[in-house]
């Protein structure tokens, strides 16, 4: 693992991924995921691949699972320390790996499930997942050859520098079961090397990856910054989870009008909407500096769903495609079509506006309380404002 | 002809010899005569009356010692800051999508480049009515500007009621504002208000309840980037009838605006004005605070937006005047390259850049100078002396004599009817359209299509010939990396 | 018809319209040869009015009664029918200068060298638009329809 760049050089992401969900909350192994991508590998250009998967642990579905990665022993030794000062570590172990031709010189690999103290809580206000949030940032930001790239419950990021198929069967995936799996394989433009830079980039239990290049990342890592989020990853991909993280999480907008943020329709559009007019022009006039630019295919994943959407002018491919109780979405059709051979209805979102799998006991609640009528709002303030992902 | 046009009197006619004569000491170098001249049989040039080659004293130097032991009075001058100090626009580069991002063509793809002043909030908190999402509450009041530029403020008595009513056209044709400068509003120009930003300076000139009302924003005047820490200065010989009455003080009294305004000594009395005007204006208007930037701008602009301005405007040291003491207007205030990157950073560090817009002034020359600022954190950009070059200026820097030729830093009805208020409109709404084209192609070269992405985004400078600490503090990496 | 109308709040009284006047009524059309060598010098059909800051160029108003016309002996003016301007004929005026008389604006000019009457605006006949509205440089000529 190697960061010897101290100065940003922006990578560009590319550059094909997919990604299922099986809505009844069935969990199946990662081997589908891996041929899924595995098909695509045209896409990419070895120095790089990544998968993240939810449900893969129900026994420990309360703790966050923390994913870090050690240049060295020091560093394992300085991180576990500041995990064991802030966090209650129920358990640690080294992520289990096999030998795999094309993964060369791997990183030190280990896991940790933690749990927040009440009483560390020093501030009212801060959640908390907000805490978690601080951990990693800090982490991410001060320790030397150390680098946390999960930290979500019940799910877990899995990256390295390689092919995608290999690094799945470098983390042995096949032997995991998800409800949730997404995958990526990169094709960058910088000197490889760097195991951090691959995708997903996570942050809590949201992971993201992405086809494209964001060229608003100047601003959207500034207006982050603003909020305490620290940009360390040297790729744009970043910017995309902090701010889902950001308007899902902390503003708790509901999905259609985050992504409406994200990839915002032109004035003209605006200007001649009826009923939403007014919400569409202050969503971009506050959230501006939000507005994702660039071409960009992202898919992400949570907790309770999938979701996948293109920039406002759909400059990368996108295809989704249903069968039975499982939403897929990828690059290539090709790709769905290798784990499912006969899709029961196959399209192409249009650009902005996110196709989204929701598990089965959440659409209910998430279309009910999404859609809280004023007079319940008024009446009472305990109950969530407008929930979403979280 | 040239004779006639001439207010300086450099021309005579000869009837005896059937001649013209030039004086040629008295030419300001406005170019009047030239332009006029059917025959093009004008030019002109330097002085040929030179000094002996010296890197210290030189010409003008020596010059302004003679006028000053002449006279024993303070040197005045029109116009910005025309010394040679390094100019850092010139020292950023732009960048363009290659292969990894394709870049976008303004022709055949919209290409945004609307933008709205004012205070954001933090968060939009939005509810479900049954039909639709809605917005909890409507956002505060917010300019609507069509593109990035703004005519910056130039009050009338400085120049004259034709220019004022060329700026008002063309704000409002192109769907931008204009700023009325510390001279009031002239009431003819009420209709305009909706594209109006007027100012209270120090002078309180031309304030009162109706020109509050009229306009769409406020701008509380504290300095200007020509010459920080000191007031106005209009001349007795343009106090006119009209001017006296739209700024509300004798005729031909000399307008001196005092230095500070004398009711804010301090960062809570700006509050106090602040929240008195927007009471007065039933908060339906963004109260703007424009400051020269100077050594501490950072500060201030913090300081600013936590008494609750809603626009903070910053006047680089190259900015304008119809007058002001030369040795001020040369040596006092900071480039705005500088001090824009130190507020916008300075802001987003403090997690309140969202609470206020950020206009920038002082010696904008063209598209790219306005697309850099804006890479650099900038909201919008005020051009000045940009638009009365595109009225016809030459920048002569004698708008103190109120002896324009051109009809514009004059009250002399002879000279005002030169400025035709029909051609001045036009050619501001040719620059603006020219300029905005410019900024779509240089938009839609890197491969965004929205202003607000490029907005704040330093990654899309690079800098050029610049030490490290400059680079330092622009927030921009150098050309290479 | 259209008609050359002046807005005199933007007139600056630079004269450049006398001078192109001249130019386009001159015999070699240059504006060297017309001022320098020509002899006898053209005449320019507009003249400048001044006081004090107030300034426009008149030139014929070319009338719906035409005084000129009437008072003419010789049928030198004359009324041309698709412009309905009133021009005037060189070869058939005898320099009686009844017209000068009686117009009622004192558009018309005297030649002082063939003692007949020299200029009167003929709207610039054979051109699109008169050269003295082409050339005000503060637009303060117009060119329209009445």
């Known amino acids: 693992m190697d960061r010897k760049r101290t100065w940003f050089e922006k990578d560009i992401s590319g550059c094909s991924l997919t990604g299922f969900i099986n809505e009844n909350g069935e969990r199946v192994s990662g081997e589908a995921i891996i041929q899924s991508i595995a098909l695509m590998n045209e896409r990419s250009n070895g120095l790089g691949g990544g998968f993240a998967a939810y449900g893969i642990y129900p ?64 501030e009212p206000g801060v959640s908390e997942e907000d805490y978690i949030v601080e951990i990693v940032m800090k982490i991410n930001t001060s320790s030397k050859g150390a680098f946390v790239f999960s930290s979500g419950k019940n799910m877990g990021a899995f990256k390295a520098v390689g092919f995608p198929d290999d690094v799945g069967r470098f983390y042995r995936l096949e032997e995991y079961q998800g409800y ?5 394989g990169r094709f960058p433009t910088n000197t490889p090397g760097w195991w951090g830079g691959a995708h997903p980039f996570t942050l809590l239990d949201f992971a993201v990856v992405h086809n494209g290049e964001i060229s608003s990342y100047g601003i959207n890592k500034r207006y ?5 989020y620290q940009c360390t990853l040297m790729t744009d991909t970043e910017v995309m ?55 960009f295919a992202i898919l992400l994943g949570h907790k309770r769903g999938l979701i996948g959407f293109n920039d406002r002018i759909k400059l990368r491919p996108l295809v989704a495609a249903r069968k039975d109780h499982t939403l897929y979405i990828a690059s290539e059709e090709a790709g769905i079509r290798e784990i499912c051979p006969s899709p029961e209805k196959v399209w192409s979102p249009k650009a902005g506006e996110p196709i989204t799998g929701w598990l089965k006991e959440e659409q209910q609640r998430e279309f009910e309380s999404s859609r ?7 009446r009472s303030e305990q109950v969530y404002s407008v929930p979403s992902v979280c | 002809m040239c004779v006639r046009q001439c207010a300086f009197e450099g021309h005579s006619y000869d009837p005896e010899n059937d001649e013209v004569n030039s004086k040629e000491e008295v030419c300001v170098g406005c170019h009047r005569c030239v332009t006029l001249c059917p025959t093009n049989a004008l030019t002109v040039r330097q002085n040929p009356l030179d000094f002996r080659a010296h890197g210290n004293w030189t010409g003008w130097a020596i010059r302004n010692i003679f006028k000053q032991a002449e006279t024993g009075g303070v040197l005045l001058t029109g116009m910005g800051n025309d010394r040679t100090y390094p100019i850092y626009w010139d020292h950023l580069l732009l960048n363009a999508s290659q292969v990894t991002n394709p870049s976008i063509d303004p022709l055949r793809e919209p290409m945004e480049l609307r933008t709205y002043l004012g205070r954001k909030p933090d968060k939009l908190d939005v509810q479900y009515n049954g039909k639709n999402f809605q917005l909890k509450e409507p956002l505060p009041r917010q300019l609507k500007l069509e593109t990035p530029v703004v005519f910056s403020a130039m009050s009338y008595g400085a120049i004259s009621y034709n220019t004022c009513e060329s700026l008002a056209r063309a704000a409002h044709a192109l769907g931008t504002y204009y700023n009325t400068g510390e001279g009031g509003l002239h009431s003819n120009l009420y209709k305009y208000g909706k594209n109006t930003i007027v100012q209270v300076a120090s002078g309180r000139f031309g304030v009162h309840k109706e020109y509050l009302d009229t306009a769409a924003a406020i701008e509380i005047k504290i300095g200007q980037g020509a010459k920080p820490g000191i007031g106005g200065h209009l001349p007795g010989e343009k106090v006119v009838e009209d001017i006296s009455k739209t700024r509300m003080i004798p005729k031909g009294t000399d307008a001196l605006s005092p230095a500070p305004q004398h009711d804010i000594y301090s960062i ?41 301005a809603d626009i903070v405007a910053l006047d680089g040291f190259r900015g304008g005047t119809g007058a002001a ?53 900038a909201d919008a950009v005020y051009i000045g002396t940009a638009a009365l070059i595109a009225m016809g200026c030459h920048v002569c820097q004698k708008c103190y004599t109120g002896k324009c030729n051109w009809g514009i830093a004059t009250q002399d009805p002879y000279l005002e009817k030169r400025l035709n208020p029909d051609i001045a409109t036009e050619r501001l709404i040719n620059l603006i359209h020219a300029w905005s084209h410019e900024i779509k192609e240089m938009l839609g070269g890197m491969g965004i299509n929205a202003i607000e992405s490029l907005r704040g985004n330093r990654l899309a400078l690079r800098g050029i010939g610049l030490t490290d600490t400059e680079l330092d503090i622009l927030g921009v990496l150098p050309a290479g990396r | 018809m259209k008609r050359i109308f002046v807005k005199e709040e933007v007139c600056i009284g630079c004269r450049l319209c006398e001078i192109h006047c001249l130019v386009e009524h001159s015999k070699s059309k240059n504006i060297f040869k017309a001022f320098k060598e020509e002899n006898p010098r053209a005449l320019s059909r507009i003249h400048v009015e001044e006081k004090g800051t107030l300034s426009f160029s008149l030139q014929c108003r070319h ?20 412009t309905g301007a009133i021009l005037h004929n060189k070869e058939q005026c005898v320099g009686c200068w009844m017209c000068l008389m009686v117009c009622p604006y004192g558009t018309i000019q005297r030649d002082l060298n063939g003692k007949k009457v020299a200029s009167k605006c003929d709207l610039c006949m054979g051109r699109e638009t008169p050269v003295c509205v082409m050339k005000c440089p503060n637009e303060a000529l117009e060119y329209r329809e009445i």
Not at chain 1, 224 to 228: D, H, R, S, T, V
């Open chain 1, 372 to 378: 809280i009528r004023i007079s319940d709002r008024e």
């Open chain 2, 325 to 377: 003491p030369t040795v001020i207007r040369d040596n006092v205030g900071i480039p705005i390259e500088f001090a824009l990157a130190a507020v916008d950073q300075r802001l987003r560090d403090e997690g309140i850049r969202h609470q206020a817009s950020i206009l920038v002034a002082g010696g904008f020359r063209n598209s790219a100078d306005i697309f850099k600022a804006i890479a650099l954190g």
């Open chain 3, 63 to 82: 009338c719906e009664e035409p005084h000129c016309l009437e008072a003419c002996m010789s049928g030198a003016l004359y009324r041309d029918e698709k």
């Open chain 1, 180 to 184: 949730t799996w997404i995958a990526h």
């Open chain 1, 224 to 228: 982050l910054e603003m909020f305490g």
């Open chain 1, 59 to 122: 026994e420990m579905k309360d703790l966050y699972a923390l994913h870090l990665m050690y240049d060295d022993l020091q560093a394992k030794e300085e991180t576990e320390r500041i995990l064991n000062e802030l966090l209650f570590v129920e358990l640690k172990e080294e992520i289990p790996t096999r030998k795999t031709q094309g993964i060369h010189r791997p990183p030190l690999l280990w896991r940790y499930f933690v749990k927040v103290d009440e009483n560390r809580l020093f």
């Open chain 1, 241 to 295: 989870a902090y701010l889902f993280d950001l308007l899902l999480r902390k503003h708790r907008l509901p999905i259609e009008i985050a992504c409406m943020a994200l990839a915002a329709p032109t004035w003209q559009e605006i200007d001649h909407y009826d009923g939403k007019m007014e919400l569409a022009k202050a969503l971009r006039i506050v959230y501006g500096s939000a507005l994702v630019n660039g071409p």
């Open chain 2, 268 to 308: 809570e009395d700006l509050r106090m004005l602040i929240y008195a005007l927007k009471e007065a204006t039933r908060y339906t208007k963004p109260i703007s605070v424009k400051i020269a930037a100077v050594h501490n701008a950072a500060a201030i602009a913090s300081g600013m937006v936590r008494a609750g």
